[in-house]
């Protein structure tokens, strides 16, 4: 009975996630002038110290160097993580200027600055 109910939170929970992500997707591009030439990637990270650096050098970066020369700027934001993400997102954005690192408040602006 116990697994049933964290079941059904968990799947709860992952549902209004992907609800949240469609409406984002939807609202960028209905209120928002991003450029038609390029593609920009937008992240959202919380809490994954262990992981982002490598997923950037390995995922991302492998995309930036290979042969797609179509994509401007990663955009990452930051959802108040508690642990080092911010500081080691930070300094990836210093190593590499197409990385902007902002909260989600400021993703928006960031996005309204992109003019066609």
Avoid: H, P
Avoid at 38 to 62: C, H, L, M, P, S
Wanted: charge should be negative.
């Amino acid at each position: 009975m116990i697994d049933f109910i964290l079941t059904t939170i968990i799947w709860t929970l992952a549902i209004y996630g992907l609800i949240e992500i469609i409406k984002n997707i939807i609202y960028i591009f209905t209120y928002t002038n991003l450029k038609s030439d390029g593609i920009y990637i937008i992240i959202a990270v919380k809490n994954q110290e262990d992981r982002v650096e490598g997923f950037f050098r390995t995922t991302i970066f492998r995309l930036l160097y290979g042969k797609e020369d179509c994509i401007k700027d990663i955009i990452v934001t930051d959802l108040d993580s508690t642990d080092k993400t911010k500081e080691i997102l930070n300094k990836l954005s210093e190593e590499y200027d197409y990385i902007k690192v902002t909260n989600w408040k400021k993703c928006k602006e960031i996005i309204d600055d992109i003019k066609q």
